[in-house]
């Protein structure tokens, strides 16, 4: 089946650098996309959505990034902190679902 | 508000016995998720109960099983466990339209020996 993926497995960033996580998903039919942030030991907390109809949304210190062309999804992370590293994952839900299909997560180092 | 509960947080169980898990969702949500998380496969979706109603499920054999009161609160059980069913064991909160992330508990870790 479809699936959605990620480029990076890890990713190691100097404190203060902005960080790029990136997320490929095959279904065209996905209209809702979410990142979530899993540090060790707790369940994935959510960071922010997307919805197909817009390309980028902002958070604080964080935005998404939609390219539908090329079934792309990202997310920025600015002035990247120590208490950033932690596991991200990005998740699709196909369009008529109320599942979302979860990536395998890229795991981000921040180093002080 | 309060989180999303689950308990226990740990659990070692014997092979072939069987196990429960709990999970209290936020006030005013509906639907609860299960997943199975592990190191080689990730996040993978077991099942999901709205309103007491079992509304989706995922490739898990029958020896998963779950349900939910009317409290939205929700249980799942695994029965003759296996040591593959080691894992951390999520539970996802939501008001159940597709189009709101979830909220996670920090999971029940499950040890089978």
């Known amino acids: 089946g479809e699936s959605v993926g990620l480029h990076l497995p890890t990713l190691s960033v100097q404190e203060g650098d902005n960080s790029i996580i990136n997320c490929a998903y095959s279904?065209?039919?996905?209209?809702?996309f979410i990142w979530y942030k899993q540090e060790s030991g707790k369940g994935p907390q959510f960071i922010i959505d997307?919805?197909?109809?817009?390309d980028k949304r902002q958070g604080q210190r964080v935005t998404v990034l939609l390219n539908k062309t090329v079934k792309h999804l990202s997310l920025q992370i600015a002035a990247t902190q120590p208490g950033d590293s932690a596991v991200y994952f990005c998740?699709?839900?196909?369009?008529?679902?109320?599942?979302?299909?979860f990536g395998r997560g890229t795991s981000l180092i921040v180093h002080p | 508000k309060a989180g999303v509960t689950q308990t226990p947080r740990y659990l070692i169980k014997t092979r072939g016995q069987q196990v429960t898990l709990s999970c209290s969702p936020i006030?005013?949500?509906?639907?609860v998720s299960w997943y199975q998380q592990t190191p080689g496969q990730g996040l993978q979706f077991l099942f999901e109960?709205?309103?007491?109603?079992?509304?989706n499920k995922g490739n898990f054999p029958g020896r998963f099983s779950g349900r939910q009161f009317s409290n939205s609160r929700s249980e799942m059980n695994v029965s003759t466990l296996e040591l593959g069913d080691s894992a951390l064991y999520l539970c996802?909160?939501?008001?159940?339209?597709?189009?709101?992330?979830?909220?996670f508990g920090s999971g029940t870790r499950l040890t089978v020996v």
């Open positions: 996802a909160s939501s008001l159940g339209t597709g189009m709101e992330g979830y909220t």
């Open positions: 279904n065209s039919a996905s209209d809702y």
């Open positions: 997307i919805r197909s109809n817009m």
């Open positions: 998740a699709e839900r196909p369009g008529g679902s109320y599942i979302p299909t």
């Open positions: 006030s005013g949500h509906r639907s």
């Open positions: 109960y709205f309103s007491e109603t079992q509304r």
